[in-house]
Each structure stands twice: as structure tokens, then as C-alpha cells.
């Protein structure tokens, strides 16, 4: 069963974001940081498996971040605050378009 949560990390001023599986692992991750929810990361651990295997890690990481690399069971005490689908699925798409359109502007400018 897939769950959507989200939970606050003061030290950091950021708000995460989490899609996991039946499993536990992160599927999907958004990372909103400060006091305007800057989207810093929007990853998929299928679409960074993809890029690994492709050879173009990098560039996805530089685009979109990594996911959690341990499954939720391990991490230390925490209190999330379950999410619909749909919650997730917003703030999801808002994310990635940030990541991309940031992407574009240094691509942008490195040509």
C-alpha cells in the first residue's frame, strides 16, 4: 500500500515531502526549504534508477535531487502527517516544474 506523508525538519527549515511503497523505500521525494517553500528537490527512485543506468546520474541529481536512501522503518523517531494522494500529487507537480525550469536557466546559461 502506497502512503503519502510529509513532515517538518527545523534544523534544516525544510519540509519533506514523501511518496513510500508497501516497502517502506521512498518512491517519490519533494524537498521545500525556507520561509517561501523553495522546491530544492522533486526525485523519483525509478527515474534515478533510469538515469544511473543511462549513465546520466549527474544531470538528473543536479535536476532533481535524490531520494531517501534508507526505508522509513529505519529512520529515527519522527511524526509525519499523512497526506491524500492528491496533496502529495500538487505539490509533487509544482515541485518538478521548479526543478525543470531551474535546469533550463543553467542549461541556458551554460551554452
Not at 519533506?16 to 530544492?40: C, H, M, N, S
Not at 529512520?75 to 516544474?97: G, K, N, T
Amino acid at each position: 500500500m502506497t502512503r503519502w506523508f510529509r513532515n517538518y525538519w527545523a534544523e534544516e527549515d525544510t519540509w519533506f515531502y514523501f511518496e513510500a511503497g508497501a516497502d517502506g523505500w521512498i518512491t517519490r521525494q519533494v524537498e521545500l526549504q525556507g520561509p517561501l517553500e523553495k522546491p530544492v528537490t522533486a526525485a523519483s527512485s525509478t527515474e534515478w534508477e533510469a538515469a544511473q543506468q543511462a549513465g546520466a546520474l549527474a544531470d538528473y541529481e543536479a535536476t532533481f535531487g535524490i531520494t531517501a536512501e534508507i526505508p522509513v522503518h529505519e529512520w529515527d523517531p519522527y511524526a509525519p502527517q499523512d497526506l491524500a494522494a492528491d496533496e502529495f500529487e500538487a505539490v509533487w507537480l509544482a515541485a518538478r516544474a521548479t526543478c525543470q525550469a531551474r535546469a533550463r536557466v543553467r542549461a541556458a546559461r551554460g551554452a
